[in-house]
């Protein structure tokens, strides 16, 4: 787990994002997976593995560059060194539809989903 996302730190903030993988894009190393959400990273932050945090967007439906986005929930990886910030552009959502919406991604990994 990432000690340094704290759910109080960051659950309802909204957050600049840059878009590295949109929507419709694959994988860079798995050319099988095709990403089906926005996903990006927070400038100016730093994840365990080096790299800043990353992001899955929800609520687009259209591929993005950058965004502005709303933290709803962390998805915590019992079995990486790092987890993922959620955040939505728009829409409501629960864990069970965060859960199907990074499913793509999430399957080979032993998660669960962080929620206020």
């Not at 560059?65 to 998805?75: F, L």
């Amino acid at each position: 787990m990432d000690p340094n996302l704290k759910l109080e730190d960051w659950v309802g903030r909204i957050v600049d994002i840059v878009i590295d993988r949109p929507l419709g894009s694959t994988h860079p190393r798995h050319s099988d997976i095709v990403y089906p959400i926005n996903y990006g990273y927070v400038p100016g932050t730093l994840a365990p593995d080096g790299g800043p945090v990353d992001v899955y967007v929800l609520g687009s439906q259209i591929p993005l560059v950058r965004c502005s986005a709303k933290v709803i929930a962390i998805i915590r990886r019992r079995d990486d060194i790092e987890d993922k910030l959620v955040a939505m552009v728009s829409g409501e959502w629960n864990e069970a539809s965060i859960r199907e919406a990074t499913l793509f991604q999430e399957q080979w990994f032993d998660i669960w989903i962080e929620l206020p």
